[in-house]
Nanobody, 115 residues
Framework: QVRLVERGGGLVQAGGSLRLSCAASGINFRLHNMAWYRQPPGRERELVASIDSGHSRTYIESVKGRFAISRDNVRNTVFLEMGSLKSDDTALYLC?????????WGRGTQVTVSA
């Protein structure tokens, strides 16, 4: 059974930093592409960053230079380092992967950035 568990969200002031983590189980982690999505209040879910099995990374434009995704294949964990946070970054952040063409999601961790 695939399980993704996010941690690290919270309330932070604008300009601050947070580090999110997502622990994965039920997959051969090192072979899987991993991604962070976010869903702001009242808006659609969007892809924030992804990292593939070769550690290649992609980011949406709005977080480039501020966020960094990384992975630890020993701990089966993917991280999202977030800096220079803005109120627009307020959202539920969710971890994502696929297996056999099926999408798997964590429950998410809430990030709230106060002005």
């Amino acid at each position: 059974q695939v399980r993704l568990v996010e941690r690290g969200g919270g309330l932070v002031q604008a300009g601050g930093s947070l580090r999110l983590s997502c622990a994965a189980s039920g997959i051969n982690f090192r072979l899987h592409n991993m991604a962070w999505y976010r869903q702001p209040p009242g808006r659609e879910r969007e892809l924030v960053a992804s990292i593939d099995s070769g550690h290649s990374r992609t980011y949406i434009e709005s977080v480039k230079g501020r966020f960094a995704i990384s992975r630890d294949n020993v701990r089966n964990t993917v991280f999202l380092e977030m800096g220079s946070l803005k109120s627009d970054d307020t959202a539920l952040y969710l971890c994502h992967t696929t297996r056999g063409g099926i999408d798997f999601w964590g429950r998410g961790t809430q990030v709230t950035v106060s002005a």
